[in-house]
């Protein structure tokens, strides 16, 4: 039995992989900003009280994250797996640049990945073949950008991600956590809309079963939710 953090679970992907981990025995701290409104989750967490547990967390707040962490302290003495999901997403361009947007999308995606490993780091060290997944996009890469190939704000807070993941697998390697960043697909959620290509269970399978085989040698890879590997 794993027990796993996820930021974002009570909707999208998030959601769909906290169902997965349970309905597959493992133990989830199923985090989100509004726990009262998150009634998926909730009836999930009612019908598996001993494998989910609902704590508030909203990513772009140090007080919240830091009370999430010690809320879930004084529940577990270890965390195996935390996957950084959630994420926000402003359509910009260069006409419509927003100062206040731009830095909310950057706080939200990249910064609030940060802050839950700060945070969390210590359980997470007391894990097994500890782990940190950190759900980015194929817009984060460098290398795959081309005209008209998502947001400003969007693209640039997933390299924020992508670079926080590099630093991560140097300084965390020495406590034998593995960090990688995961593109989960263009998925059928609000943000992919109903055009997209994935499925919502297609992808959160995916992304745990990359996550379930992961090594030391993955440490610091891009990898997306079907297994190969993401160029930078
Ligand atoms: N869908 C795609 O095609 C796609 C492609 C590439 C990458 N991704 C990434 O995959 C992840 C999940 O996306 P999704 O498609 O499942 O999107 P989604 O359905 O829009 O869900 C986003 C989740 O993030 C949460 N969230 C947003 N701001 C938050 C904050 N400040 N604190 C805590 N939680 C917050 C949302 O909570 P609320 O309900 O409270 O807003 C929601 O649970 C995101 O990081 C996204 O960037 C998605």
């Known amino acids: 039995m794993q027990t796993v953090l996820i930021t974002g679970a009570n909707r999208g992907i998030g959601l769909e992989m906290t169902k997965q981990l349970v309905y597959g025995g493992n133990r989830v701290f199923a985090t989100c900003r ?13 019908e598996n009280k001993e494998l989910v547990h609902v ?8 007080m919240s994250v830091h009370a999430a962490a010690e ?9 195996d797996l935390i996957i950084n ?3 926000v997403n402003f359509r910009d361009s260069f006409e419509s640049f927003n100062s206040d947007e731009f830095l909310l ?4 995606n990249g910064v609030g990945a940060m802050r839950v490993v700060v ?3 210590d359980l997470l060290r007391q894990g097994s073949a500890p782990k940190i997944v950190n759900i980015s996009s194929q817009l984060g ?14 693209n640039a807070s997933k390299a924020v991600m992508n670079m926080i993941t590099r630093h991560l697998s140097f300084d965390l390697a020495s406590d034998g956590i593995t960090t990688i960043s995961m593109h989960p697909g263009w998925v059928q959620t ?22 379930a085989n992961l090594t030391a040698a993955d440490n610091g890879k891009f990898y997306i939710y079907n297994g190969e590997i993401h160029p930078w």
């Open 71 to 79: 809320a879930v302290a004084a529940q577990t003495n270890h965390l």
């Open 105 to 108: 999308v950057l706080n939200a």
């Open 141 to 154: 890469s460098m290398t795959a950008q081309k005209p008209n190939f998502g947001s400003y704000a969007y």
């Open 119 to 121: 945070e969390f780091v």
């Open 85 to 87: 999901n959630a994420g």
């Open 190 to 211: 609000d943000m992919g809309g109903s055009s997209a290509a994935v499925t919502p269970p297609d992808s959160a399978a995916g992304i745990l079963n990359v996550a």
């Open 34 to 46: 509004l726990p009262e409104q998150a009634e998926a989750l909730n009836q999930l967490a009612n």
């Open 55 to 62: 704590v508030q967390l909203d990513v772009i707040n140090d």
